[in-house]
């Protein structure tokens, strides 16, 4: 067993972001006292904001609400740019003692200053419904309206102002900390090949390989690297569980889902609505699973061969490559979003090789409206990773267009943050598609694909049942076990993958470094969401042809300024409808019966 096969890509060793736009000339070129020069403006200026509105906000007319909504943005966007530049440069180099520090001091002062601005919120939910109505109703208020409404949706778990300053104060020294335990642990991870230690998330890419011993191997060492800091992790996992146990029941919520249903303006009668539709088609992945064990020529998968290629396609793709197809694909698209894409790769504004230390996976960070979005990627020149790329350059065109809206409506709750990503994601897929010449190359990236909704829709709602599982069991029973968590995600798995997939002894404990866990409670589920979401947008697209780019941008230019009905009814999808979710389940099904006939047409089956 080796380690991956590497390619000569000079280019994309310089694909490192350039950070300091964030700091915006603060510190006079010395970063960490840009930060500190930031984070005290910020205080000085929630200091003067608490002096003026505090106790106040039951007198406040609408020209005072407009006044001090800007003023608030203004001191969370300064804030805002410090908390960012500490955040990815930790994200790059999580080993440096220095990044470590940086975010700690971050956290401490971004904390204190949350902390003076408490008293709006809670006030702001204090006021009587006729009076908040009269107040939403002023001029000027557009860049803040959707935000003031939703946060009067907290009202019945809201704690008192002392309270309140209190948990926010204990959360560095909380479940800030167990947070930043558990992704430095797994960022250290590294899995020791026959060449060498690499990185877990380089390791991980072997399980893509066409041949079946070096994937037995690789996950055999990956279970390996995962098991010295098993027990901290779980550790940590646990104390994460307990404290939202806590928290949960101080605020009076119903159940571990309840908080992140709010947050995402989803109901849990449509929450569960999704999660009931993916578990009844559960079959769709089997049936693939299936298939991709005849191509094998398998009597059955094991966990380790799910990701396995179908085909002899082992092609690697520069980066040069990489970012011709993608820019190619949105700009054929739409003129705007291929000129947003563009400066991205014209910019400092990613991040791209695998380096020691730095955090696994990929992210776009938002930022703040004023400055521009950041990507982090760990391109290992697989094809998976050109969609990738395409995913979070979704993401990227996103913020920069929702941007627009200010920074209170910036973002969209997480079961549209996945909309933009995916639908680019999608793009790219058909661009890649239109050009295979072959039933085997068609058959190479229909599998890609489907194993991409498999993952994002099927695999997530997997996911949910384990975390619903473990904070369940936490609630009910008390601490878990290594084993406890090991056999709840055992569980969650083979319900999944029923007789489809053997799930071996070893992977019981990969669970253990997925970071949504322990870093956002329940998050998991809106990748489904916005998987399905967006597919139903892209049918759209197939349906309307040339002009649909147009309402399409204007979503993702309203960012969050709407509910995510009025966001789906902009490019026609109805987020009310109960078949929305089987809609999207059968764009899936279709996408496998492609890939079926191709299979066929290839003389595979």
């Given at each position: 067993m080796s380690a991956p096969e590497t390619v000569s890509d000079p280019e994309l060793q310089e694909v490192a972001w350039d950070l300091s736009d964030l700091l915006d000339g603060a510190g006079d070129g010395d970063p960490q006292a840009g930060v500190d020069a930031l984070l005290a403006q910020a205080q000085e200026r929630a200091d003067a904001f608490a002096a003026t509105y505090a106790g106040k906000l039951g007198e406040i007319d609408g020209a005072g609400l407009v006044a001090a909504m800007r003023e608030l943005a203004e001191i969370e966007e300064i804030a805002a740019r410090a908390g960012t530049y500490a955040h990815l440069m930790f994200s790059v180099d999580t080993q440096s003692p220095a990044n470590g520090a940086l975010l700690q001091r971050v956290e401490e002062k971004g904390t204190a200053i949350e902390t003076k601005l408490l008293f709006f919120h809670l006030e702001w939910a204090a006021l009587d419904d006729a009076k908040a109505e009269e107040l939403l109703a002023t001029d000027g208020l557009d860049f803040a309206r959707h935000h003031l409404k939703t946060a009067r949706r907290y009202r019945p778990h809201l704690l008192s102002e002392p309270e309140e300053r209190i948990l926010a104060e204990k959360q560095l020294s909380g479940r800030s900390a167990w947070v930043r335990l558990f992704e430095e642990q797994t960022a250290a991870i590294t899995v020791a090949l026959e060449d060498g230690?690499?990185?877990?998330?380089?390791?991980?890419?072997?399980?893509?390989?066409?041949?079946?011993?070096?994937?037995?191997?690789?996950?055999?060492?990956?279970?390996?690297?995962?098991?010295?800091?098993?027990?901290?992790?779980?550790?940590?996992?646990?104390?994460?569980?307990?404290?939202?146990?806590?928290?949960?029941?101080?605020?009076?919520?119903?159940?571990?889902?309840?908080?992140?249903?709010?947050?995402?303006?989803?109901?849990?009668?449509?929450?569960?609505?999704?999660?009931?539709?993916?578990?009844?088609?559960?079959?769709?992945?089997?049936?693939?699973?299936?298939?991709?064990?005849?191509?094998?020529?398998?009597?059955k998968l094991a966990d380790y061969d799910r990701m396995a290629a179908v085909t002899q396609d082992t092609e690697k793709i520069a980066w040069p490559q990489a970012k011709e197809i993608v820019q190619d694909a949105y700009s054929s698209f739409s003129d705007e979003l291929g000129g947003i894409v563009a400066k991205f790769f014209a910019q400092p504004w990613i991040d791209g090789p695998v380096r020691p230390g730095k955090r696994g996976g990929a992210f776009c960070s938002y930022g703040v409206p004023s400055a521009h979005p950041y990507v982090l990627l760990n391109y290992t020149h697989l094809r998976r990773d050109v969609l990738t790329l395409a995913h979070e350059l979704g993401h990227g065109v996103h913020a920069v267009l929702g941007g627009t809206q200010g920074v209170f409506h910036m973002a969209t709750p997480l079961t549209l943050a996945e909309t933009a990503s995916v639908f680019g994601e999608t793009l790219v897929f058909g661009r890649l598609l239109e050009a295979s010449p072959t039933p085997e190359s068609r058959l190479s990236l229909l599998a890609?694909?489907?194993?991409?909704?498999?993952?994002?829709?099927?695999?997530?709602?997997?996911?949910?049942?384990?975390?619903?599982?473990?904070?369940?069991?936490?609630?009910?029973?008390?601490?878990?076990?290594?084993?406890?968590?090991?056999?709840?995600?055992?569980?969650?798995?083979?319900?999944?993958?029923?007789?489809?997939?053997?799930?071996?002894?070893?992977?019981?404990?990969?669970?253990?470094?997925?970071?949504?866990?322990?870093?956002?409670?329940?998050?998991?589920?809106?990748?489904?969401?916005?998987?399905?979401?967006?597919?139903?947008?892209?049918?759209?697209?197939?349906?309307?042809?040339?002009?649909?780019?147009?309402?399409?941008?204007?979503?993702?230019?309203?960012?969050?300024?709407?509910?995510?009905?009025?966001?789906?009814?902009?490019?026609?999808?109805?987020?009310?409808?109960?078949?929305?979710?089987?809609?999207?389940?059968?764009?899936?099904?279709?996408?496998?019966?492609?890939?079926?006939?191709?299979?066929?047409?290839?003389?595979?089956?």
């Amino acid at each position: 067993m080796s380690a991956p096969e590497t390619v000569s890509d000079p280019e994309l060793q310089e694909v490192a972001w350039d950070l300091s736009d964030l700091l915006d000339g603060a510190g006079d070129g010395d970063p960490q006292a840009g930060v500190d020069a930031l984070l005290a403006q910020a205080q000085e200026r929630a200091d003067a904001f608490a002096a003026t509105y505090a106790g106040k906000l039951g007198e406040i007319d609408g020209a005072g609400l407009v006044a001090a909504m800007r003023e608030l943005a203004e001191i969370e966007e300064i804030a805002a740019r410090a908390g960012t530049y500490a955040h990815l440069m930790f994200s790059v180099d999580t080993q440096s003692p220095a990044n470590g520090a940086l975010l700690q001091r971050v956290e401490e002062k971004g904390t204190a200053i949350e902390t003076k601005l408490l008293f709006f919120h809670l006030e702001w939910a204090a006021l009587d419904d006729a009076k908040a109505e009269e107040l939403l109703a002023t001029d000027g208020l557009d860049f803040a309206r959707h935000h003031l409404k939703t946060a009067r949706r907290y009202r019945p778990h809201l704690l008192s102002e002392p309270e309140e300053r209190i948990l926010a104060e204990k959360q560095l020294s909380g479940r800030s900390a167990w947070v930043r335990l558990f992704e430095e642990q797994t960022a250290a991870i590294t899995v020791a090949l026959e060449d060498g230690e690499v990185p877990l998330d380089a390791a991980l890419s072997n399980l893509f390989h066409p041949d079946r011993a070096v994937r037995q191997d690789v996950a055999e060492r990956v279970t390996k690297a995962l098991e010295p800091g098993l027990r901290t992790r779980a550790y940590a996992f646990n104390t994460l569980l307990a404290d939202k146990m806590t928290d949960d029941r101080l605020r009076n919520y119903p159940h571990w889902l309840a908080a992140r249903n709010l947050s995402n303006e989803a109901s849990d009668e449509s929450v569960q609505a999704l999660v009931d539709a993916v578990r009844s088609r559960y079959e769709l992945p089997r049936r693939w699973y299936r298939l991709k064990a005849q191509l094998l020529g398998l009597d059955k998968l094991a966990d380790y061969d799910r990701m396995a290629a179908v085909t002899q396609d082992t092609e690697k793709i520069a980066w040069p490559q990489a970012k011709e197809i993608v820019q190619d694909a949105y700009s054929s698209f739409s003129d705007e979003l291929g000129g947003i894409v563009a400066k991205f790769f014209a910019q400092p504004w990613i991040d791209g090789p695998v380096r020691p230390g730095k955090r696994g996976g990929a992210f776009c960070s938002y930022g703040v409206p004023s400055a521009h979005p950041y990507v982090l990627l760990n391109y290992t020149h697989l094809r998976r990773d050109v969609l990738t790329l395409a995913h979070e350059l979704g993401h990227g065109v996103h913020a920069v267009l929702g941007g627009t809206q200010g920074v209170f409506h910036m973002a969209t709750p997480l079961t549209l943050a996945e909309t933009a990503s995916v639908f680019g994601e999608t793009l790219v897929f058909g661009r890649l598609l239109e050009a295979s010449p072959t039933p085997e190359s068609r058959l190479s990236l229909l599998a890609e694909s489907i194993e991409g909704s498999i993952a994002t829709v099927f695999r997530q709602i997997a996911m949910n049942r384990f975390e619903h599982l473990v904070h369940t069991h936490r609630r009910e029973t008390g601490e878990l076990s290594v084993d406890d968590f090991g056999t709840f995600w055992t569980q969650s798995q083979e319900e999944l993958l029923g007789d489809a997939v053997e799930v071996t002894e070893g992977y019981r404990s990969w669970w253990s470094y997925v970071p949504h866990f322990v870093a956002s409670p329940g998050y998991v589920y809106a990748y489904a969401y916005g998987q399905l979401l967006a597919l139903a947008v892209y049918g759209r697209y197939e349906e309307e042809g040339p002009g649909f780019e147009a309402d399409y941008v204007n979503l993702l230019r309203a960012g969050g300024s709407k509910s995510p009905e009025e966001l789906g009814a902009i490019v026609g999808v109805d987020l009310a409808d109960p078949g929305f979710w089987d809609k999207g389940l059968d764009l899936v099904e279709r996408k496998l019966e492609q890939a079926e006939q191709a299979a066929r047409d290839a003389g595979r089956i």
